[in-house]
């Protein structure tokens, strides 16, 4: 006879590891430098990129070295005029990978809602002479 219930999903081994939750995509800034790639299939500007992830040049482009090495991002150099520019855009791994980390990221989501509204009952339903630490 198991001691797990059978409708008892907070007791399954590894149930809150989110072992999906990609660590190189995981880091603050390359997760925002990734979701604006994500927005912009055709790729977006290094200089426009740094403006809407609020980076610095050095930190932009150390992240996206990392996120290169790791497949996710592909850059491409080139010139406007006789300016040149370098063009950031996912890859299909990248893509891949960066759905899979939101579908781990709204697991998350979901099990803290449950987390809240259960804390919620057992507020309401504590025992006399008992309160939340």
Known sequence: MSDRHDD????????????????????????????????????????????LCSLTDGNLSRHLTVLQEGGIVEIQKGYRGRRPQTLCRLTDEGRQRYLEYIAVLESVLDDAATAARASRRARRSMPEGWSPA
Not at 26 to 51: N, Y
């Open 8 to 51: 008892d999903h907070d007791n399954e081994l590894g149930r809150y590891a989110y072992d999906g939750l990609d660590r190189v995509l995981h880091e603050k800034a390359r997760l925002g430098i990734v979701t604006s790639l994500a927005a912009r299939a055709e790729g977006i500007l290094f200089g426009d990129l740094k403006t």
